[in-house]
């Protein structure tokens, strides 16, 4: 098997502790420890960059740009180059505002060159130019009218805010013999900042880019938004700049990326709803380990069959409070029932409404107490030393609820399905497309709808048993660790038989392998490329 030269690109995750795709990329990484791996990660913030996971010996380096820290290099433009940061900043901007995707990739890469050659774009960006440039284009013919509406503060904020989205232009990642442009392969684990590293490779030096995402960059930031619309210091011009930054992003990406992996239908609808073309689009679900549950899945025990489970982040996307108002309803016409709410994590504030509203629900009996059988609702941590696992949490009923109103791909309900339990859920995101007709699927926001199904199951443990069990197949089919590698290993040699884009006519293993096996035994003369078979040299 070729040793091919992976650069892996995140954002705020892995290699670190904390963060997203963290888990995904560490299976994929020590799943092909027949190939080397770069890691180049953009960082968050300074605690994040204090706890890294551990890494195999074939992960050859790490890489970290900090997104939190100042990126000032001290360096200023002459006249000329002053000039010349105007002219790309207003394609940009431009592309920006007016929604144009020309100016804008034409800026992007202009700004790109520019920091390439000299630095100096962090004080370029804050400057009083690139906001007055902003102004201009917020004004010009072709831009919203909530854009137009942009003040000096709201200038302001999205300049800064723009400063630190484009960092990656002015990193040394990319010419450095070591570095990301010698790759054979840029993967991103994720689309937006995460991919910019990808683009700049594959422009400046030829290197095919991979885009995975398992939850659409644009997507989160819009839901993100809706979110902030709620602040006090809401600034819809800000909003409305950082969306279209994002979606120009986003559709740059997909037309540049050689291939892309979303992680279900869901998320590869909106990237084809962005210009990704079918014929670079393969769906490659996310990679469960299976053995982590085989234990409850394999049982003869089938958990309890009066309990409903709920395990996850308890959050306002999650709506706990329909799924509480739903569990009243079943509990009058089951009034054994029991539900354990098991939370990976908390939004302090969120699990307190929910609490409160449990003790409202059930005025008889102590919402918060910890010992099942004394009360309806119990609320439960998941993951700690004393707490029980997740292979437990599930184990512990028969019947596993989802009650979101917001979803990507839904992990916990994959993992319910590996431990072979009959499924509720709401209609979100890829929940049906994961489901397959091994669950319940019901309208979300709605506690009838959330009650009959739960019922129906809990009336009929044969079906509740045959769901699981047909649940379990389809996960063990689609949802694995081993699916999820071997997909990305065929991916990366069909890239690679496809050949790159690099200057000269260079084509992937031109070296040999041994040329990247680290040691003293290593020539130098080793990491020379052979020679052209046609010239005197090779006779």
Known sequence: MPLVRIGLVTEGGYPYATGEARLWCDRLVRGLPQHEFELYALSRTAEQERARVPLPEHVTSVRTAPLWAPADDGRSYSRRERRRFGECFRELVQGICAGAPDP?????????????????????????????ALESACRAPGA??????????DLLEFVDELERLLRPLSLDWYEDPGGLGAADICHAAAGGVAALPGLLAKRFCGVPLLVTEYGVQLRAHYLAQLDAR????????VRALLAAFHLRLAVEIYARADFLTPGNAHARRWQEKC??????LRTVYPGMEADRFASVGEAADCGDPDTLVWVGRVEPTK??????????????????TR?????????????????????QLFPDEAADAVTVGENPVTFEEIGGPDAPSPAEAYGAGRVVVLSSVIEGFPVTLAEAMLCGRATVSTDVGAVFEVIGGTGLVVPPRNPRALADACLSLLRDPERAQRLGAAARARALELFTVEQNVAAFQEIYLRLLAKGSARPAGEVPFARPPEARVPGHWTSPTWAEPLPDPSSEAAV
């Open 104 to 132: 804008f990739a034409s800026g992007l890469y202009g700004l790109a060159e520019l920091a390439r050659e000299r630095g100096g774009l962090y004080a370029a960006l804050r400057s009083e130019s690139a906001v007055r």
């Open 144 to 153: 919203s009218g909530t854009v137009r509406a942009a003040q000096v503060t």
């Open 230 to 237: 709620r602040e006090p210091a809401d600034r819809p011009a």
């Open 275 to 280: 210009g990704a073309t079918r014929e670079r």
């Open 319 to 336: 709506d706990l409070i329909a799924l509480l108002h739903a569990f009243a309803e079943v509990r009058r016409a089951a009034p054994g």
């Open 339 to 359: 539900l354990r709410i098991f939370a990976t994590a908390a939004a302090p504030g969120y699990l307190a409404d929910c609490r409160s509203l449990a003790a």
